[in-house]
């Protein structure tokens, strides 16, 4: 049981360019989201889904794109990278509202 | 719009004492709660939870405390140990789950 997994877990890209953030549970949680968190902040949600086909938007979806064909895996895409998407990226999932979430380790991503 | 905040950002104690870690709440509708330790390089875990048809929930070492009539939400650590340094959060769910902005907890030898 591995729990939730994230890569990679650095990443350097240069402004513009486009790249998929992986995330993979094997809890079989229905819910899955993913959060930002910026130095000395908060997680902010910028996506979330409660169940493989079901997506919608969180507080900044702004710039990224998800999808969820499997309930396991809940990629997200960052279209057209900016320098103010750097940060650290946390993919999370949970069996419903009403439970918490496991989290995953992180991609700490940097846009040059 | 409704969010998660914290009173403090930062809250320094001596080991052996006890810690308490606060959180208002503003969206009314929330129906659960919880409470999140992350520490340095690492993801948020999960501590202890409540639900909004109570009042108090303990853990081990943990106690939180919900008060609905001010909105507010409490983590108790009993006898704080230098192992429980880190950032807490507290977040409320309904559709999905929102963050305060956390507290970091330092223990003093």
């Known amino acids: 049981n591995a729990g939730v997994t994230q890569t990679p877990k650095f990443q350097v890209l240069k402004t513009g360019q486009s790249m998929t953030l992986q995330c993979a549970q094997d809890m079989n949680h229905e819910y899955m989201s993913w959060y930002r968190q910026d130095p000395g902040m908060g997680l902010r949600l910028i996506h979330y889904?409660?169940?493989?086909?079901?997506?919608d938007q969180g507080e900044v979806p702004n710039g990224y794109n998800v999808s969820r064909s499997t309930t396991e895996d809940f990629p997200l895409r960052l279209l057209s990278a900016a320098p103010s998407q750097t940060s650290v990226y946390f993919c999370a999932s949970s069996y419903s509202t009403l439970h918490g979430y496991t989290f995953g380790s992180g991609t700490r991503l940097t846009v040059v | 719009g409704e969010s998660v905040g914290l009173h403090l950002p930062t809250l320094s104690v001596q080991e052996g004492d006890n810690s308490i870690i606060n959180c208002a709440y503003s969206n009314s509708a929330s129906d659960y709660f919880i409470w999140y330790k992350q520490e340095s390089g690492k993801g948020p875990q999960f501590i202890i939870d409540?639900?909004?048809?109570?009042d108090k929930r303990q853990g081990q070492r943990v106690t939180v405390l919900l008060n609905k009539t001010v909105k507010h939400l409490s983590l108790q650590i009993a006898a704080t140990q230098p192992g429980d340094s880190a950032v807490y959060f507290c977040a409320e769910n309904i559709y999905d789950m929102r963050f305060g902005a956390g507290t970091r907890l330092t223990v003093k030898p």
């Open positions: 409540i639900r909004s048809n109570m």
């Open positions: 889904s409660v169940g493989a086909g079901i997506t």
